[in-house]
């Protein structure tokens, strides 16, 4: 719980007053954890509900993940314990499957003790009927992505396929559960370091991507409509080692990656604390978008005036603004002149200095080359490791969507340049510079 710091936020009780708590998870999970902790203790969900204090408030009416992948995994189950009369929860199969003090390994199915255990082996045993019975049908829902647009749709089988798409969605309701974990302990840990006098954390989470619509009044229109969202990545050393590994299985053929090219995240690796001291370390810092593409940018026709216009600030920060022309590179120039995007930064350069700005360009390209790696990170393990290639088509008609997830071109631009930038600052004095630190 948290407790409110405001003197005015108390409420009397029987004539005493009482602080305001806040409480950091919804009633329906603190619900499961109390029947869990107190099995012999028989209680209602609404008689548990009914017996909050009236100093304990809800903090915000959804604290859960709303993502798909949790409301797919919740269906799977609601279906089987409609079926089989059961309460099965993603929470307690993870309790069920993994070590009793789980680690990152098990969440990745990389432990040697729990790694290869499936719900199915655990939930098949308070099955009610023959599991392979054809004529024993079932029915359930599920979300689905079909030309760009998400979609419920009904499916029906037998409780043996069932079972099949509950373990088929296991690795990756398991590891986006860990990751979702991280994020809130991370978040609830330096919350604990603010006070009032030199330290204030202002969370700005758009990772849910609120819609402009009650999020349960139709449950597509959350994924569906037009959304703004900052894209929230867990990321540690060997995620990007894992995510580009993925992204070499899943676009070998496409990006026609090379040998030489498939160890690069190792390389990446093995410099990731490098290349964070020296993206976190750039000069000058100035305000930057965070998110600058040519689908933000809008210029006026019928103007007689050569202005254009910046839109969808979601986000910005305070950054080195070699990170928006990096990232505007990258995501939208025009396939034909993805060769000559060098002279692009040149001309920017010299906009700079034409209007007084007295930046080196030695300093501004090294600059530029650090965040073009920060981008390429950010596409390897928040993007194409989670990315099929039918994914590619499905972009391609998101206009809105940065060319980095919609163009080949564009893709194999940003490994090959991503390599070439690695290999000059290894030998420059970057590199060296953050191993002294």
């Not at 005493?16 to 028989?42: H, Q, W």
């Not at 655990?122 to 099955?127: E, F, K, L, V």
């Amino acid at each position: 719980q948290a407790i409110s710091e405001s003197f005015h936020d108390k409420i009397k009780v029987n004539g005493e007053d009482k602080i305001f708590r806040f409480m950091d998870m919804c009633v329906g999970d603190a619900y499961l954890i109390f029947k869990n902790e107190f099995p012999t203790i028989s209680i209602s969900h609404s008689k548990f509900f009914a017996l909050r204090p009236k100093w304990v408030k809800i903090n915000c009416p959804n604290q859960g993940c709303l993502c798909i992948y949790h409301e797919n995994f919740h269906l799977l189950l609601e279906a089987w314990n409609n079926r089989n009369k059961t309460s099965w929860n993603l929470q307690q199969i993870i309790d069920s499957i993994l070590c009793t003090s789980p680690m990152e390994a098990c969440h990745t199915r990389e432990c040697d003790d729990c790694g290869d255990r499936l719900p199915s082996c655990i939930i098949q045993p308070t099955c009610k009927g023959d599991i392979d019975d054809e004529d024993n049908e079932i029915r359930w829902f599920n979300w689905v992505r079909v030309s760009g647009k998400v979609s419920l749709q009904e499916i029906s089988g037998n409780i043996a396929t069932l079972l099949g798409k509950i373990d088929e969605q296991w690795p990756v309701i398991l590891h986006h559960h860990y990751v979702k974990e991280q994020q809130k302990q991370y978040i609830n840990e330096i919350k604990k370091k603010s006070n009032d006098k030199d330290y204030v954390v202002i969370t700005c989470d758009f990772a849910e991507n609120y819609t402009l619509v009650a999020q349960r009044e139709v449950q597509s229109a959350h994924w569906n409509q037009q959304q703004v969202a900052i894209f929230t990545i867990h990321a540690n050393r060997n995620d990007i080692r894992k995510a580009w590994d993925l992204t070499v299985q899943n676009f070998h053929h496409e990006l026609q990656i090379p040998e030489s090219s498939k160890n690069l995240g190792c390389e990446l690796e093995s410099r990731l604390n490098d290349i964070s001291f020296a993206f976190n370390n750039l000069q000058p810092r100035t305000i930057i978008h965070g998110d600058y593409k040519i689908a933000n940018i809008f210029i006026d026709r019928n103007s007689t005036e050569s202005q254009i216009y910046a839109i969808d600030w979601q986000w910005c920060g305070i950054g080195h603004v070699a990170m928006d022309v990096a990232s505007f590179i990258a995501t939208s120039v025009h396939e034909n002149t993805i060769e000559d995007s060098l002279e692009l930064v040149r001309f920017y350069h010299k906009v700079l200095i034409d209007n007084g700005v007295a930046y080196p360009w030695e300093q501004f390209w090294q600059a530029y080359q650090i965040c073009w790696i920060e981008f390429f990170i950010y596409a390897v393990v928040g993007l194409w490791s989670v990315m099929q290639a039918n994914d590619i088509e499905s972009y391609k008609k998101e206009e809105k969507d940065g060319l980095h997830v919609r163009s080949y071109a564009h893709m194999k631009n940003l490994l090959t340049r991503t390599e070439t930038f690695m290999k000059d600052l290894e030998i420059s004095t970057v590199f060296q510079t953050a191993d002294r630190q």
